[in-house]
C-alpha cells in the first residue's frame, strides 16, 4: 500500500477503521500535540469514510476553546496538558460532530514547554463515548520521555489509535 506515514501507525489505523466499521462506529478525534497526524493515519486508509467522521486540530488554547467549548476555567485551573482539558475536548469533539466515539489528545512534544510536573514527553489521551456517562472519565497519561518531537507524536498517535478500539 502507497503510504505516507510510518507502516505500524498506518497498520493499527487499519485496525481502526476494519474493526470500527464491523461495530458499526463513527469516530472523530481532537487533537492537539499530535497536530493531525491521527486524522492523517486514519484518512490513510482506503474506506476510512465509512467509520471517520472529522478530526478537530486544535493547537491552540483559543482554538480549544472556540471549536470544541472547553472552558477557560478549566485550562487556568489545570492548564492546557492535563486529564481535564483532554476529557473537555473529547466531549467537545463527541458534540461537535456525528461520532459514536471520540479520543482526544494534548501534551508536551518538545523540545521546550516541559515542566518538572509536566516534562517533555507528557501527553494526555481521554476517550469519551455517545451515550455514555460523561462524568465517567477515560483517561490516559502517557510519559513517554525526551524521545524527541516526532518520536513523542508517533507514540501519542499509536496510543490515541488503540484508545479507537473497539
Not at 486508509?45 to 467549548?69: C, E, H, Q, R
Not at 492535563?82 to 461520532?99: C, E, N, P, R, Y
Not at 462524568?135 to 524521545?147: A, K, W
Amino acid at each position: 500500500m502507497d503510504t505516507l506515514l510510518p507502516p505500524e501507525i498506518v497498520a493499527l489505523a487499519t485496525r481502526v477503521v476494519e474493526e470500527n466499521r464491523a461495530a458499526g462506529r463513527r469516530l472523530a478525534v481532537a487533537e492537539s500535540c499530535t497536530g493531525g497526524l491521527v486524522a492523517a493515519a486514519l484518512t490513510e486508509v482506503p474506506g476510512a469514510s465509512d467509520v471517520f467522521d472529522l478530526g478537530f486540530v486544535t493547537y491552540s488554547n483559543d482554538a480549544k476553546m472556540a471549536l470544541l467549548k472547553v472552558s477557560a476555567d478549566v485550562l487556568e485551573t489545570f492548564g492546557a496538558v492535563s486529564v481535564a482539558t483532554a476529557w473537555a475536548m473529547a466531549q467537545g469533539a463527541l458534540k461537535h460532530s456525528t461520532a459514536d466515539i471520540t479520543v482526544a489528545i494534548t501534551g508536551v512534544a518538545g523540545p521546550g514547554g516541559g515542566t518538572e510536573k509536566k516534562p517533555v514527553g507528557t501527553v494526555l489521551f481521554a476517550r469519551a463515548e455517545r451515550g455514555g456517562d460523561p462524568d465517567d472519565v477515560h483517561s490516559v497519561r502517557r510519559s513517554f520521555g525526551d524521545i524527541g518531537r516526532g518520536g513523542i507524536r508517533a507514540q501519542a498517535a499509536l496510543c490515541a489509535l488503540e484508545l479507537l478500539l473497539p
